[in-house]
């Protein structure tokens, strides 16, 4: 009989229910949980900043590719097409010592540079530009690149941060909830950014800005983590923030 009750007390020790829920200590004075929060904003452009590669194909000697500039005589043609597409004349600025890399990092080109508010007809202008410089001797309009922008750029990015801290908050309280415990008062918050070579502080602000090669000529380009188009400008902001590690009531 007592082996009997023996073996179904044993019996009930394996089969019964354990609980698995670990139940949590009080957060110690000054506790905290830090978590990373993820905003982004965007609207259209308002304007879009235009960097025109001017070049021709380098000329080779015996020992490899032979320097040789471009002239700003070339360059001032292209701004005089410009000016008869009714780009202001003295919106234009004139580079005569930048590199193209269609031709290699060592080639020697000029570029234009200026502001288009008709973000719409973009597409329409630089078609109107290659057409006119097309049959012209010398240099050609050989890469572009295109900065798109919007005016009230801070705006855009307070409310990227908005974003940013309700992330940070939502986040901060399923982690705490993982620990039976809530998230309580904000103790710090900084902004958490690490740009990289296509990510440029500009005019104060920090906005997703095109400056990758000009080796080519492409009205959309959008990269991951934020766009920059004809279509929108995303700005994105990545906040640390800590808050108090409270018990749950």
């Given at each position: 009989?007592?082996?009997?009750?023996?073996?179904?007390?044993?019996?009930?020790?394996?089969v019964?229910?354990?609980e698995?829920?670990?139940?949590?200590?009080?957060?110690?004075?000054?506790?905290?949980?830090?978590?990373?929060?993820?905003?982004?904003?965007?609207?259209?452009?308002?304007?879009?900043?235009?960097?025109?590669?001017?070049?021709?194909e380098?000329?080779?000697?015996?020992?490899?590719?032979?320097?040789?500039?471009?002239?700003?005589?070339?360059?001032?043609?292209v701004?005089?097409?410009?000016?008869?597409l009714?780009?202001?004349?003295?919106?234009?600025?004139?580079?005569?010592?930048?590199?193209?890399?269609?031709?290699?990092?060592?080639?020697?080109?000029?570029?234009?540079?200026?502001?288009?508010?008709?973000?719409?007809?973009?597409?329409?202008?630089?078609e109107?530009?290659?057409?006119?410089?097309?049959?012209?001797?010398?240099?050609k309009?050989s890469?572009?690149?295109?900065d798109?922008?919007v005016d009230?750029?801070?705006?855009?990015e307070?409310?990227?941060?908005?974003?940013?801290?309700?992330?940070?908050?939502?986040?901060?309280?399923?982690?705490?909830?993982?620990?039976?415990?809530?998230?309580?008062?904000?103790i710090s918050?900084?902004?958490?950014?690490?740009?990289?070579?296509?990510?440029?502080?500009?005019?104060?602000?920090?906005?997703?800005?095109?400056?990758?090669?000009?080796?080519?000529?492409?009205?959309?380009?959008?990269?991951?983590?934020?766009?920059?188009?004809?279509?929108?400008?995303?700005?994105?902001?990545?906040?640390?923030?800590?808050?108090?590690l409270?018990?749950?009531?």
């Amino acid at each position: 009989m007592k082996r009997f009750i023996l073996a179904l007390v044993v019996a009930v020790a394996f089969v019964a229910p354990r609980e698995t829920a670990v139940a949590a200590s009080p957060p110690e004075e000054g506790a905290g949980i830090t978590v990373l929060g993820y905003g982004s904003a965007s609207a259209p452009p308002d304007s879009v900043r235009i960097k025109l590669i001017v070049s021709e194909e380098p000329i080779y000697g015996p020992g490899g590719p032979v320097l040789k500039f471009v002239q700003m005589a070339d360059l001032e043609d292209v701004r005089d097409v410009l000016v008869e597409l009714g780009i202001e004349s003295d919106a234009i600025e004139i580079n005569p010592f930048t590199r193209d890399y269609v031709y290699g990092p060592a080639s020697s080109a000029g570029e234009l540079t200026f502001t288009y508010t008709d973000v719409p007809g973009l597409r329409s202008l630089v078609e109107s530009l290659l057409e006119e410089v097309e049959d012209r001797r010398g240099p050609k309009v050989s890469g572009a690149q295109f900065d798109f922008r919007v005016d009230d750029c801070k705006a855009l990015e307070t409310e990227a941060m908005r974003a940013a801290v309700a992330d940070a908050r939502d986040r901060a309280e399923r982690l705490a909830a993982t620990l039976g415990m809530t998230a309580g008062n904000v103790i710090s918050i900084s902004e958490d950014v690490a740009l990289s070579d296509s990510d440029v502080a500009v005019e104060g602000c920090i906005a997703k800005h095109y400056t990758g090669s000009p080796g080519g000529i492409g009205l959309f380009s959008g990269r991951v983590g934020g766009t920059n188009s004809a279509v929108k400008v995303e700005i994105g902001i990545l906040v640390k923030t800590t808050f108090t590690l409270e018990a749950s009531e």
